[in-house]
């Protein structure tokens, strides 16, 4: 042991100085806040998005329109993807949304929704939440069977 490596105890060394214990602290007075305005005052709180008196971003960008809060957001997936993996070898027959998810075309928790876009050849059978009126028609078309969740 040497001066060089002699370090405190733990705990023994306080972090900074304690504001607002009086003029012989060092941080008496005014305890760092300044001297007048709305933040030197107790009680003092900002509200959320306040930016000093100017005109809060949430003001300044213009609204219009109504957002439904109900509205159902479905994964959309299209005939020509659903043939790309038939031609894979990835699906054979039977599409449901256990086989759309280990595909990766829809999460576990979306509603999914089969779109006409493309061609299909394939005789599928299809379960999911809903179909376009094309795509209802290129299924049973091809000799497949619709069914809806």
Same mark, same amino acid.
């Given at each position: 042991?040497?001066?060089?490596?002699?370090?405190?105890?733990?705990?023994?060394? !306080?972090?900074?100085? =304690?504001?607002?214990?009086?003029?012989?602290?060092? !941080?008496?007075?005014?305890?760092?806040?300044?001297?007048?305005?709305?933040? %030197?005052? %107790?009680?003092?709180?900002? !509200?959320?998005?306040?930016?000093?008196?100017?005109?809060?971003?949430? =003001?300044?960008?213009?609204?219009?329109?109504?957002?439904?809060?109900? =509205?159902?957001?479905?994964?959309?997936?299209?005939? +020509?993807?659903?043939?790309? &993996?038939?031609?894979?070898?990835?699906?054979? +027959?039977?599409?449901?949304? +256990?086989?759309?998810?280990?595909? =990766?075309?829809?999460?576990?928790? +979306?509603?999914?929704?089969?779109?006409?876009?493309?061609? &299909? !050849?394939?005789?599928?059978?299809?379960?999911?939440?809903?179909?376009?009126?094309?795509?209802?028609?290129?299924?049973?078309?091809?000799?497949?069977?619709?069914?809806?969740?």
């Amino acid at each position: 042991m040497s001066l060089h490596n002699l370090t405190p105890a733990v705990g023994s060394i !306080k972090k900074g100085k =304690r504001i607002a214990r009086g003029e012989g602290s060092g !941080k008496g007075g005014t305890a760092t806040r300044g001297h007048n305005g709305q933040k %030197s005052r %107790s009680g003092y709180s900002k !509200k959320i998005g306040f930016e000093g008196g100017q005109m809060p971003l949430q =003001r300044r960008v213009p609204k219009f329109g109504f957002t439904n809060i109900n =509205r159902k957001e479905y994964q959309g997936i299209n005939l +020509d993807k659903l043939q790309s &993996l038939v031609d894979s070898g990835k699906i054979t +027959d039977t599409v449901n949304l +256990d086989i759309l998810v280990a595909n =990766r075309l829809a999460g576990k928790n +979306d509603l999914v929704k089969i779109l006409g876009n493309g061609e &299909l !050849k394939a005789k599928l059978n299809i379960t999911v939440h809903k179909y376009t009126a094309t795509a209802k028609a290129a299924i049973e078309a091809a000799g497949g069977d619709v069914v809806s969740l």
